[in-house]
């Protein structure tokens, strides 16, 4: 009788049921609802999300996804992005790409993040998949312009090529020049990272001019202001652009020409670039200003009033990436200006001076929080903080959903009071019910952590630096917040009681970090050996972990849930604890 | 405190120890002890651990503060320009098998940028003349302007060319002949 209803529905009305759902979180829950949807479900699936590139391995994806077209990688923990994963660590695609190689000619689209990609990897790409249309490559490494030669050559329905943030070794600006004259698809170009001298130029302007459809285009550092201009008469259709290097001898037909090319770009929703600002020419975007969603800022070192001027002219503005050269005086005017605004940035442009550099303190975050409804996420740098902005921020606004502060002095005390912050940071996951990500600074005991774990219930990621007193510190948070999946702890005198109280909560996380911590290397072994779908690495250059007392606090240790076992390509100075032995070299 | 009894191991199975030994017990019979967990020593066990001597000082705080490779060096190229006034170029000469760099507002004009180079690359610059360019040498000094021009060093005033000019370039006298040199 019950069998009758499961198969009430034909297969094809559920798979077309299920090509309305694109999400991975739904795609997974609705394969968990029966073994005939589990089984509709694998062979829809068209797109496939991995958060850890060690937890699965590719054969198992290939095996249960047969059929899809695109997929998204990500290899090294987030705080590589900070040094602090030792170079040859892992992360390696090239395993990914062989296998898919073989088995899925009809792939579209790769998506890494924090990998390690080699120009054999983009050779194999540019080889195998005859309709590759996208490759995003987020703050990778391990390749040179001649794999992108390989990529531009091969893929003929290239539509989005982005190397954001990514160590790329340039051997030749040529690259460019490697897209065949036939070639018309591009719809999305990302090389701001790249860092070569010479830009082939004639190629980039013949390689716009002909691809029509071209609706991103951020260029690089390289490429100098009087090159925009042709650059953007090819292209008035942009709706994101970046500029390469925004200076040049302030010349009247140089800048005409510029503001001219400006305002006939009339879908310019997204601008970002403009290194080495000379502040003459930033008038020259005033007609594009006032439709600007995004505005990247952050390597503009230019001051608060030609700031203010900037932003004032962009009442939509709805994320802005800037220095703290805005100071709190600028963030008042952002405040006032910019009602849509939905994420600021705001980086530190003397992060290693001892002493304040610009006037931006914790004043400009509350001005800010007050003034912009719709503000939700939050990267804030600066060099005091107290409790009672804390508080006023979190009433204020307690839709944040991310909330990253960086007082950039560790342990830095409440200004005012001399106090931890515990309080004001508590405030922030009491009011901010939504909130999914948070960054930690400045004097924290373990009080905050029991706010945290108290409140945080729909908290995803955290991340922790010089901070708590004790092991219960790490126990509140692991026990209480519910929806963390990654964890991330640098400096902090966590050890093993709170890690082994909880390390069945640990398979329910994507990852944990722990570095220049208390953990000794006989919890990891133990941790290891009882928790046979964990990962546990201990990463520690200064040689085996054996070579020390067992009690012996590991440099850095890396746990992950997994269900492909111990990795093979480890580098020697990690070492996975393995149920069997209780070290693998 | 409730959460105290939280971290009961005994309720877990993961301990360091036998089963059936108490948690006093757990103390290795070793001369380093477990770090506490009622002080915050733990980051003191470590170092003892390592026998190092004093905690890291803030220069030598690896990735922090959390800010990414790129934007530490665009910041630090801006910085140093700042600071110093710097402004360097590369310098190359035909037959040179590496290029050098120099700071173009390290001298005052032209006769000290040419005996610098000269004493660089050992070579010596002709007489310089309007009409004839450099005259008396097989080498002749060139530079890149912003426009991505070559051009005969010495025509312009001395502020002129030290804001035009991105790279100098040592060239023989027989491919200068472009540029008004009489060999």
């Known amino acids: 009788m019950h069998k009758k209803m499961a198969f009430s529905f034909p297969d094809e009305v559920l798979e077309h049921v299920f090509s309305f759902i694109q999400s991975d979180k739904d795609r997974n829950a609705v394969s968990m609802v029966c073994k005939s949807w589990y089984e509709i479900e694998r062979w829809c699936r068209r797109k496939v999300f991995v958060g850890n590139c060690y937890a699965v391995s590719p054969r198992m994806v290939i095996r249960r996804f047969p059929e899809f077209r695109s997929i998204e990688l990500k290899g090294k923990p987030h705080f590589a992005d900070f040094n602090l994963v030792p170079d040859g660590w892992g992360g390696y695609v090239s395993p990914w790409i062989e296998e898919m190689a073989g088995a899925y000619p009809w792939l579209e689209e790769i998506r890494l993040k924090r990998m390690v990609v080699t120009d054999e990897s983009l050779e194999l790409i540019a080889k195998s998949f005859k309709n590759f249309k996208v490759l995003v490559l987020s703050s990778c490494e391990g390749f040179s312009t001649d794999g992108l030669a390989a990529i531009a050559a091969s893929c003929k329905n290239l539509k989005e090529l982005d190397l954001r943030d990514c160590e790329v070794d340039d051997l030749s600006a040529h690259w460019l020049s490697h897209f065949p004259e036939t070639y018309t698809s591009l719809v999305s170009l990302n090389i701001s990272c790249l860092g070569s001298d010479e830009v082939s130029f004639s190629a980039l302007e013949r390689l716009v001019g002909r691809c029509t459809n071209l609706k991103t285009l951020r260029l690089n550092r390289a490429v100098p202001l009087d090159k925009i201009a042709n650059i953007l008469r090819h292209a008035p259709q942009l709706v994101e652009f970046g500029t390469g290097t925004y200076t040049a001898d302030v010349r009247p037909d140089v800048y005409s020409d510029l503001a001219g090319v400006f305002s006939s770009c009339k879908e310019l929703k997204s601008l970002s670039g403009f290194w080495d600002v000379a502040p003459d020419y930033l008038p020259a975007i005033y007609p594009v200003c006032s439709k600007l969603t995004s505005l990247n800022l952050s390597y503009a070192t230019i001051q608060s009033p030609d700031l203010i001027k900037l932003v004032s002219h962009c009442p939509n503005l709805q994320r802005l990436l800037v220095l703290d050269y805005i100071e709190d005086s600028g963030l008042e005017v952002l405040a006032s200006s910019c009602k849509d605004l939905q994420e600021l940035r705001v980086f530190p442009s003397d992060p290693y001076g001892a002493e304040p550099n610009v006037s931006l303190t914790e004043q400009g975050l509350v001005a800010v929080s007050l003034g912009c409804p719709k503000l939700q996420s939050v990267l804030y740098f600066c060099r005091r903080m107290s409790n009672e902005a804390l508080v006023t921020i979190a009433r204020n606004r307690p839709n944040f959903t991310r909330f990253r502060l960086c007082i950039i002095e560790p342990k830095t005390a409440d200004y005012l009071t001399l106090e931890p912050l515990d309080v004001g940071f508590g405030a922030i996951v009491q009011y901010c019910k939504d909130l999914k990500r948070l960054s930690l600074s400045g004097l924290l005991t373990d009080r905050v952590f029991e706010y945290i774990g108290t409140y945080a219930k729909k908290l995803e990621m955290l991340s922790v630096a010089f901070a708590g007193d004790s092991d219960l510190g790490l126990h509140h948070v692991l026990s209480g917040c519910e929806s963390l999946r990654k964890l991330e702890i640098r400096d902090c005198p966590f050890g093993d009681k709170a890690l082994l109280a909880n390390a069945a909560k640990l398979e329910t996380m994507r990852s944990l970090w722990m570095s220049s911590c208390a953990v000794s290397f006989a919890a990891c072994k133990l941790l290891g050996q009882k928790m046979p779908r964990l990962n546990v690495e201990v990463i520690d250059e200064r040689g085996p972990p054996d070579s020390r007392p067992e009690n012996c606090p590991v440099d850095k240790l890396y746990i992950y849930r997994s269900i492909a076992g111990p990795r093979f390509d480890m580098p020697p100075f990690v070492w996975t604890m393995d149920e069997d032995s209780g070290l693998r070299l | ?183």
């Open chain 2, 1 to 183: 405190m409730v959460l105290e009894k939280d971290l009961n191991l005994d309720a877990t199975e993961l301990r360091l120890g036998l089963p059936g030994s108490s948690e006093e017990s757990l103390r290795i019979s070793n001369k380093r002890a477990l770090p506490n967990m009622n002080d915050d020593s733990g980051v003191a066990a470590a170092k003892k651990c390592d026998q190092e001597t004093a905690p890291p000082t803030k220069a030598q705080v690896v990735g922090w503060p959390p800010i990414r490779s790129y934007r530490k060096n665009s910041l630090q190229t801006k910085k140093t320009e700042a600071e110093t006034g710097g402004m360097y170029v590369k310098v190359s000469m035909d037959g040179a098998p590496y290029l050098r760099k120099i700071d173009l507002k390290v001298y005052k004009g032209y006769p000290e940028l040419f005996k610098a180079l000269e004493d660089m690359f050992k070579f010596k610059v002709g007489k310089y003349s309007e009409r004839e360019g450099y005259n008396g040498s097989e080498f002749v000094p060139t530079y890149e302007d912003k426009d991505g021009d070559w051009m005969l060093v010495g025509d312009v005033p001395w502020e002129m060319f030290i804001n035009a000019c991105k790279r100098l370039r040592i060239v023989r006298g027989s491919e200068a002949r472009g540029l008004g040199c009489v060999v």
